[in-house]
């Protein structure tokens, strides 16, 4: 398990896009959306993001993802995804790896997704991470607010809503976090949970409240998804707001 920390600086508070499953490469890439939210980020010092996988399609003969209909080639993804990201290279705090960044991986041994985090000057590793948020300053005696957020791409074969959130808060069972974030499953949705912690050094029990968020994606509906009958799902990924005077998370979904 890896901890990444970030001082972000004197914000009031700070707003967090997950960015996963763009595809680029796929006939579907919505690429439109993808550069709205790329914009935004760009457009207040505040905004940052973390990359949860599967930025490129990676389509190969030997994938579900029919390589005679890309777009671009595995290398053609990543350069485009290098200029996608590019304006926006400061904002971006920590990368992992998707399953489909990963068939290239398993078969010819090159990270594609690191490679991408090595030119934005990403944080990058491979499974999942815990990433450590500091910035402004607490009410109560003025230290920097923390926040921790456990992302990784994650792995379900659900075609529920249901599932698909049961597999996410099967997170808290790995590591104990503010946030759990996964992708994957293209399923946009979020849901709040609180639990009882052991305050050791003040001998008491305080709670926690936790946020789930299970990311979209930006593909238009078709091709394998569509021949599988899976469900159309809204485009994007919600965001997150973090608070610095208070320890308080919104989820704008």
Not at 111 to 119: G, P, R, W, Y
Not at 220 to 246: A, M, N
Request: proline share 4%.
């Amino acid at each position: 398990m890896i901890l990444h920390e970030e001082n972000l600086g004197d914000y009031d508070y700070i707003e967090l896009l997950p960015i996963a499953d763009a595809h680029i490469g796929s006939p579907y890439f919505n690429e439109q959306k993808l550069m709205e939210d790329i914009k935004w980020l760009g457009e207040a010092d505040n905004r940052f993001a973390i990359i949860n996988g599967d930025i490129m399609d990676c389509a190969t003969i030997h994938s579900v993802s029919n390589s005679y209909e890309s777009n671009y080639t595995p290398h053609g993804e990543l350069k485009y995804a290098r200029k996608l990201f590019k304006p926006v290279t400061d904002k971006i705090l920590t990368a992992v790896m998707g399953n489909h960044e990963r068939r290239i991986y398993r078969n010819d041994s090159v990270d594609l997704m690191e490679e991408l985090a090595f030119s934005l000057d990403t944080f990058y590793v491979q499974e999942g991470l815990v990433l450590k948020l500091r910035f402004g300053k607490r009410k109560t005696n003025g230290k920097r607010q923390v926040y921790t957020i456990y992302h990784t791409h994650g792995f379900t074969g659900s075609r529920t809503i249901g599932g698909k959130m049961n597999r996410l808060e099967k997170l808290r069972k790995i590591v104990v976090a503010d946030v759990y974030i996964v992708s994957h499953s293209h399923q946009r949705g979020n849901f709040p949970k609180e639990i009882f912690m052991p305050d050791l050094r003040n001998n008491k029990i305080t709670k926690k409240y936790q946020q789930f968020v299970n990311t979209g994606a930006y593909l238009d509906y078709g091709g394998y998804g569509e021949q599988k009958s899976y469900d159309p799902t809204p485009l994007g990924s919600p965001y997150l707001r973090f608070y610095g005077e208070e320890k308080k998370i919104e989820v704008i979904a």
